[in-house]
DNA sequence: TTCCTTGCAAATCGTTTGCATAATG
DNA sequence: CATTATGCAAACGATTTGCAAGGAA
């Protein structure tokens, strides 16, 4: 399964390099068809979940039902507005200890963990105080 | 909507109370199928839903697709088996203060968080090696 | 009698897949 | 030429919903 290059793949790839709110299959899909009028969205689907798997984009499963796409693949961790449903990076300390301390009393191996945070973003918190 | 007593909703959740496997709509309703034959599974994703929403149990989604459901609503993390996809229980010291991690650079509100766990579970470990 | 809950089936939503065709190496 | 990728549409799996009938307060 060698990859061959795909224009479909380079449009996809660089939209979501320019977007760092984390878009939908779908929203890729109405975005990059601006450019690219007929591509599908099988097509956009297929390249997503092909990106993902060889690492240069991450999926995010955020618990809204919805597959999130991330250009970004360094570890950071991510904050989900309960109330608009934005995602955002969050900037923080590592805290990659907090495996260790799940490993303490674990008969298993732990590979990794993924820690997402719950509230409201700054502009909703604006908003709902007014 | 003031909630009235239904048989059905006491079946599930005495059924769930029994399992600490989290287990999904669908194994929820072959199991209490059993022992209330007629009941549908729209009646069951109704009251898992309606349960979690008033907080007698927890909704859980783990990133494998389908909703898990957990009668322990203690707060505690979960460790999701990336060979068999069993979704474990963890018994580990608290870790609330990646919270104020996460706060610190934040503008905005941080209510909760959620952190999962992944790795191979000690059956898949002595599994894999043999 | 009010109105919450049910069973049933159809609908919805996000995602995947089969297939014949097009593009890449 | 061999093989990967595409567009399209149909299929899929999990979950939700509309509706008429049943049951609790």
Redesign the pocket.
Same mark, same amino acid.
């Given at each position: 399964?060698?990859?061959? /290059?795909? %224009?479909? %793949?380079e449009v996809i790839k660089d939209f979501l390099c320019t977007r760092k709110d984390h878009p939908?299959?779908?929203i890729v899909y109405m975005n990059v068809r601006q450019e /690219?009028p007929?591509?599908?969205?099988?097509?956009v /689907? %297929?390249?997503l979940?092909?990106l993902s798997e060889i690492g240069e984009i991450r999926r995010l499963r955020v618990g809204d039902?919805?597959?999130h796409f991330d250009a970004d693949t360094s570890p950071h961790h991510h904050f989900i507005c309960s109330h608009c449903g934005r995602i955002i990076d969050l900037k923080m300390e590592n805290i990659d200890y907090i495996q260790e301390t799940a490993e303490k009393d674990f008969n298993g191996r732990i590979d990794s963990y993924s820690a997402y945070f719950f509230g409201l973003c700054e502009n909703c918190c604006n908003l709902l105080q007014s």
């Open positions: 399964m060698a990859l061959k /290059y795909s %224009r479909q %793949r939908t299959a779908d /690219y007929n591509i599908s969205l099988g097509t /689907y %297929r390249n979940t092909l039902g919805v597959d």
